[in-house]
T-cell receptor
Framework: KAGVTQTPRYLIKTRGQQVTLSCSPI?????VSWYQQTPGQGLQFLFE???????NKGNFPGRFSGRQFSNSRSEMNVSTLELGDSALYLC?????????????FGSGTRLTVV | AQSVTQLDSQVPVFEEAPVELRCNYS??????LFWYVQYPNQGLQLLLK??????LVESINGFEAEFNKSQTSFHLRKPSVHISDTAEYFC??????????FGKGTRLHILP
């Protein structure tokens, strides 16, 4: 079956712009989590969605937001981009909120802010 | 809140030598523990996990990790590394169905 699909793979934006990243989970998976990966900070948790509801949120400013649709696809949005937002954004899906069911990661979207 | 510390950001090791990647966690409750591996330009893949039961867990490619509750550690080991093991390894913790929190990663460099 198809894995977790993230689009686009690469993105270059200018400071002050906004960006929307998309994540299509594995078919049947209802939980989607987002992480920001940078060389200095590693993976930092952004948020988790389950059945269209935000279940958990990390310590990121309000410029970072997300949502999940009825088909479990998820988007995250970053407004007023800053240079420090340059990172690899990873999406992970799982069957449900139980960690036991396992996370499957996508290959990520690499965002560069210039 | 849970947290994870990976003590080494980079570990160089000669091919066919043993390796240990260290991981310590902090949590006030019972946890699940994971090791993920990331190859260049790819997402993370689950290597192994501790949920309960036997404290020694193994992966299919020769890695093993041991859960030590008293030392709050979950170190990853392999008795003989191969060039294909070159990757970044992430230790992670979850407080029982809460979000998964990752360490900052350890880059494993295999020297010929």
């Amino acid at each position: 079956k198809a894995g977790v699909t993230q689009t686009p793979r690469y993105l270059i934006k200018t400071r002050g712009q906004q960006v929307t990243l998309s994540c299509s989970p594995i078919s049947g998976h209802r939980s989607v989590s987002w992480y920001q990966q940078t060389p200095g900070q590693g993976l930092q948790f952004l948020f988790e969605y389950f059945s269209e509801t935000q279940r958990n949120k990390g310590n990121f400013p309000g410029r970072f937001s997300g949502r999940q649709f009825s088909n479990s696809r998820s988007e995250m949005n970053v407004s007023t981009l800053e240079l420090g937002d340059s990172a690899l954004y990873l999406c992970a899906s799982s069957l449900d909120v139980r960690v036991l069911s396992g996370y499957t990661f996508g290959s990520g979207t690499r965002l560069t802010v210039v | 809140a849970q947290s994870v510390t990976q003590l080494d950001s980079q570990v160089p090791v000669f091919e066919e030598a043993p390796v240990e990647l260290r991981c310590n966690y902090s949590s006030s409750v019972s946890v699940y523990l994971f090791w993920y591996v990331q190859y260049p330009n790819q997402g993370l893949q689950l290597l192994l996990k501790y949920l309960s039961g036997s404290t020694l867990v193994e992966s299919i490619n020769g890695f093993e990790a041991e859960f030590n509750k008293s030392q709050t550690s979950f170190h990853l080991r392999k008795p003989s590394v191969h060039i294909s093991d070159t990757a970044e390894y992430f230790c992670a913790v979850s407080e029982r169905d809460d979000k998964i929190i990752f360490g900052k990663g350890t880059r494993l460099h295999i020297l010929p």
